[in-house]
């Protein structure tokens, strides 16, 4: 198992959008570790994606940014389906449809 945690400091200096759009890589290589059944692959992927929420959400909540609200629910929506023992590819693909939409909006704010 890997330990890892991001730079807090630079973090906070980017948009919610280039955040997102990085959870959501962490994201999609837990998903497709899933999918693989390589769970230390998977493991890895998910502390660093976890650790990328918490960083945005400790983020927006110190800003009292309603956003919170929608980061934490993705958290747990992401935590409900890579922790299922067999999600279905329907629910797999609709969690990496949600998370790729940030990963758009980012490079399309550059």
Same mark, same amino acid.
């Given at each position: 198992?890997?330990?890892?945690? #991001? ?15 990085? *959870?959501?890589?962490?994201?999609g290589r837990a998903i497709n570790a899933k999918?693989?059944? %390589? ?6 992927? #998910? *502390?660093?994606?976890?650790? /990328?929420f918490d960083a945005t959400i400790d983020e /927006?909540?110190?800003?009292? @940014? *309603? =956003? ?12 409900? #389906? ?5 999600? @279905?590819?329907?629910?797999? %693909?609709?969690?990496? =449809? ?7 909006a980012a490079r399309l704010n550059k």
């Open positions: 198992m890997i330990t890892y945690q #991001v730079d807090r400091n630079k973090w906070s200096r980017m948009s919610i959008f280039d955040q997102m759009g990085n *959870i959501s890589s962490e994201v999918k693989q059944n %390589n769970k230390e692959n998977m493991d890895n992927a #998910v *502390i660093r994606a976890l650790d /990328l /927006l909540i110190s800003a009292k @940014s *309603i =956003r919170s609200k929608e980061v934490l629910r993705s958290k747990d929506q992401f935590l409900t #389906v890579i922790n299922e023992e067999s999600p @279905s590819t329907d629910e797999l %693909n609709s969690l990496e =449809r949600y998370f790729t939409q940030y990963a758009i």
